[in-house]
Nanobody, 120 residues
Framework: QVQLVESGGGLVQAGGSLRLSCAAS????????MGWYRQAPGKQRELVAI???????NYADSLKGRFTISRDNAKNTVYLQMNSLKPEDTAVYYC??????????????WGQGTQVTVSS
């Protein structure tokens, strides 16, 4: 079994920054793609950014230039640096990871979510 634990959410004023972290632990052989999604009230969950094991990244077009995803493979951790935050960035942010487990099987996991609130 694998757990994803997020941290770093909170309340910030518009224009500010936050850094989210998501640490994977448990029966991990190798994290493959890791990423962040978000869900605002009344809206569907949407992709924020993904980073694969090689370091290649993919972002939602609307967030390019403000958000940066990175990972530390040694720590099984993915980060999301969010700059120039806007009130419309307010959402619950979820960590997502495709993990190859010690038993050889790969599975997708989700974190519990962390609230990001941007005040105007």
């Amino acid at each position: 079994q694998v757990q994803l634990v997020e941290s770093g959410g909170g309340l910030v004023q518009a224009g500010g920054s936050l850094r989210l972290s998501c640490a994977a632990s448990g029966s991990i052989f190798r994290p493959n793609a890791m990423g962040w999604y978000r869900q605002a009230p009344g809206k569907q969950r949407e992709l924020v950014a993904i980073i694969i094991s090689s370091g290649n990244t993919n972002y939602a077009d609307s967030l390019k230039g403000r958000f940066t995803i990175s990972r530390d493979n040694a720590k099984n951790t993915v980060y999301l640096q969010m700059n120039s935050l806007k009130p419309e960035d307010t959402a619950v942010y979820y960590c997502n990871a495709d993990i190859t487990q010690m038993n050889g099987y790969s599975r997708e996991y989700w974190g519990q979510g962390t609230q990001v609130t941007v005040s105007s």
